[in-house]
């Protein structure tokens, strides 16, 4: 079944819904009810997890979404979304904000306005460790995994034109496939493929980062059309925690310097990404 | 694989609860057990309509199942998810837009088993029934239904575990059932994927290989009882 | 007690029912045979309305049965009606069989229930049987619990279409005694069978079909005697050879 269709069918409906709903009021309309109803994801650590102790979701974007909901001075509810639905999530209605990793591209413009970015990660090939591969090159005409339907295909393709891309359901296993050398390479975003070397043990090969990144991916808050107000909020949001400081502090904590990530800061928060589209 | 469980099994168990959303294994029950006990009397009203004498019900009645048929069942979920808020105005939390599209779904599923086992009886069955004077409902749910469904049992485990089996589909909207939460945990923990789902895949087993044998062990008692009701009852 | 007046049946083009009007007097019995396909057994349906009828009228103690203001329940729970292949319900056993139209009908609760329905087993001789199943009785004492069931609500009539004709031959004596003694307590009976020495025994008249036309309706003595229609004595010969 070509769920993709699906998806496309969805947005559709909550476009032709979105005059509806999609009042100028929205920041109003949040001050009132007094809640601003954030969409996250719960399977994305460090930026948005289930924790395991607290069984509650945590995770830089929890953080930041709560932050922004203190900053307009409402209280933040978190309503779990999924990849596949979190568009259709917002133009519904069912959520005020997407804080779930939605990657700026241009037909998303089209259907929900983006902030400025609070997030920007890189995407490199990753290699088992003990592989003779030491630069992409040299997956020139080697066989890769990706999971199906991401921006990441065509991308890798542009990149090694001779590479062969074997699609997978999940990342879970394009790892797989990767442990058992069905694929050479794989691509991971700087925290995930991070995390995976992290969790490598004596069943799980070492993995290795290729240097060259195959890209940098930016994403934003986004928001329903039809309210500037909002979105101009959030950019000044995002430029007040730039300029205190507490941007970088959240950073630190979860990707940065004071997580087992040490990832280093190449974005600027709140900075309009618009050169930034992936396609 | 017990790392995994001792880590995550409250997270497994209940999700959220009792600070957040109920999750994990208990919601799975919850949704399976609700499915189940709205769509049995459906199936059997959508069983009476295709089996009855009123055309209009029959027509609406087939219609139903074969436009049922003809849509997978992640579609309808999708569909009820988005476009079923539209058509009633306020949206409907994600739990029960799944257990509303599992039971639409499997009404017509079950109702089409249950239709097969009204057919299937004998023709004398419902006029011994008429000629005793009995009128519909008790003729309905004394003389044929009772007959029709025991003799359809095996058909009706099947969908039964498959309702169980279909409330994983709530992970494509952020239901926090089991496979949902299954799914976070992997990612949470990256590389250990296969004995995540291995633990997945036992727990789907337990529980639906824990059902068909609860319903042979029905099966069994309603036969014994069948046979060797007490004497003793009627003689007092 | 049962009349029939000018009685039409189609089935589609088929007309297997011609004009029949005949009249069956309170507590006798009345025996229809005719070879198969004359609509015997069509004919004894219509008196329940298992059948439906096009023309004519049939009255059951002055009513007319496919009257508007007639509720059909109500109308079969005076008339028994026993079945060929007996149809008991096999998810129940013997007495709940017996019990259900006292209980569904007469909405009676078990208890109150259970002593007029043993009684009603005794009276087949099957009280020994209460518990069982269909399954698990005999042919010809599945027939006398069908028999038990449709008398339990005190019908007057009691309709009986071909009641031996599915049992084995050692079986058909022992529903033929009941039924003999049931005739001789003042029911009103009409049964179709093929048993002749049940009929030359017990019926008030015997009703010969053919085509779905009654041939001959005559006395028991006249029937079997030698001034009888041509039409029967063919068939007599017909099913002597048979047996």
Redesign the interface.
């Known amino acids: 079944m070509n769920l993709n269709l699906f998806l496309a069918a969805a947005v559709f409906t909550g476009a032709a819904i979105l005059s509806t709903i999609g009042s100028a009021e929205q920041l109003n309309d949040i001050k009132t009810a007094g809640i601003l109803n954030c969409g996250v994801l719960t399977n994305s650590p460090p930026l948005g997890f289930q924790d395991a102790k607290t069984r509650e979701p945590a995770g830089y974007e929890i953080e930041l979404c709560g932050m922004f909901a203190k900053y307009i001075g409402v209280k933040p509810r978190l309503t779990p979304v999924s990849p596949q639905t979190r568009m259709a999530e917002l133009t519904q209605g069912r959520v005020d904000i997407l804080a779930s990793l939605l990657s700026y591209s241009k037909e998303r413009a089209e259907q929900v306005d983006f902030s400025g970015a609070y997030i920007a990660e890189d995407f490199s090939f990753v290699v088992l460790d003990a592989s003779p591969i030491k630069v992409v090159d040299d997956l020139s005409g080697q066989r890769i995994g990706l999971v199906k339907g991401s921006v990441l295909i065509p991308l890798t393709e542009k990149r090694l034109p001779d590479a062969r891309v074997l699609s997978f359901e999940t990342s879970a296993a394009s790892f797989l496939a990767l442990q058992q050398g069905k694929v050479k390479a794989t691509v991971y975003r700087y925290s995930e493929g991070k995390a995976v070397q992290r969790n490598a043990g004596n069943e799980i090969k070492a993995l290795r980062f290729l240097d060259e990144p195959l890209l940098s991916m930016p994403s934003g808050f986004a928001f329903r059309k039809g309210s500037p107000e909002l979105v101009k909020t959030a950019d000044e949001f995002l430029a007040s925690i730039e300029k205190s400081g507490e941007g970088q502090k959240l950073y630190d904590k979860w990707l940065g310097k004071d997580s087992d990530l040490k990832a280093t800061r190449k974005f600027e928060f709140g900075k309009p990404q618009s050169t930034w589209f992936a396609n | 694989m017990l790392e995994i469980i001792r880590?995550?099994g409250?997270?497994l168990l209940?999700?959220?609860y009792p600070?957040?959303k109920l999750g994990g294994l208990a919601l799975t029950l919850i949704i399976s057990i609700v499915s189940l006990a709205v769509t049995f009397p459906c199936a059997i009203l959508i069983a009476l309509a295709r089996t009855g004498q009123s055309r209009p019900l029959k027509a609406i009645a087939s219609g139903f199942v074969h436009s049922v048929r003809a849509i997978?069942l992640?579609?309808l979920i999708?569909?009820a998810?988005?476009?079923l808020?539209?058509a009633i105005g306020f949206?409907i939390d994600a739990t029960y837009t799944l257990i509303i599209a599992i039971v639409v779904y499997q009404a017509a599923y079950l109702g089409e088993i249950i239709a097969a086992g009204i057919q299937g009886l004998?023709n004398?069955?419902v006029?011994?029934?008429?000629?005793?004077?009995?009128?519909y409902v008790?003729t309905t749910f004394?003389?044929i239904l009772?007959?029709a469904i025991?003799n359809v049992i095996p058909g009706i485990v099947n969908q039964l575990t498959t309702i169980i089996k279909e409330s994983s589909l709530g992970?494509?909207?952020?239901v926090?059932e089991l496979s949902y939460?299954m799914?976070?945990?992997?990612?949470?923990?990256?590389?250990?994927?296969?004995q995540i789902?291995g633990i997945l895949a036992a727990t789907y087993f337990i529980l639906c290989f824990a059902l068909s044998q609860a319903t042979n062990w029905l099966e069994r008692r309603i036969a014994n009882r069948?046979?060797?009701?007490?004497?003793v009852e009627?003689i007092a | 007690m049962i009349e029939f007046q000018g009685v039409s049946k189609w089935f589609g083009p088929l007309k297997v029912i011609k004009e029949i009007s005949a009249t069956v007097d309170k507590g006798t019995t009345i025996v229809l045979c005719g070879p198969s396909g004359s609509g015997k057994s069509t004919l004894v349906r219509t008196v329940n309305r298992l059948e439906s009828i096009q023309e004519g009228t049939i009255t059951v103690g002055g009513m007319d049965i496919n009257a508007k203001s007639v509720n059909v329940n109500t109308l079969r729970t005076g008339i028994g009606f026993i079945f060929q292949q007996f149809n008991l319900f096999p998810h129940l056993t013997v007495i709940d069989n017996v019990m259900l139209p006292l209980r569904r009908i007469h909405k009676q609760s078990r208890k109150e229930a259970l002593p007029a329905a043993l009684l009603m087993l005794e009276r087949v001789g099957l009280a020994d049987k209460a518990n069982s199943l269909p399954a698990d009785i005999s042919g010809g004492q599945s027939q006398r619990v069908a028999i038990a069931r449709s008398l339990i609500l005190k019908p007057e009539v009691l309709i009986l279409d071909e009641p031996t004709s599915a049992l084995d031959p050692e079986m058909v004596s022992e529903v033929l005694k009941l039924l003999r003694q049931l005739s001789g307590e003042g029911i009103t009976m009409m049964c179709v069978t093929h048993e002749m020495g049940f009929a030359r025994e017990v019926a008030d008249r015997i009703w010969f079909l053919k085509n779905g036309a009654l041939t001959f309706d005559a006395k028991p003595e006249l029937f079997f005697s030698s001034g009888t229609h041509p039409d029967v004595r063919g068939f007599l010969s017909s099913i002597q050879k048979n047996h």
Do not use: D
């Open positions: 880590e995550y409250l997270m209940i999700g959220e600070h957040g997978p992640l579609m999708f569909w998810y988005f476009a808020p539209m949206p004998p004398g069955q006029e011994a029934a008429k000629a005793l004077g009995l009128g008790p004394r003389v009772p007959q025991f992970s494509i909207i952020a926090s939460v799914l976070q945990v992997n990612s949470n923990e990256v590389t250990k994927p296969l789902f069948r046979t060797g009701r007490v004497l009627v």
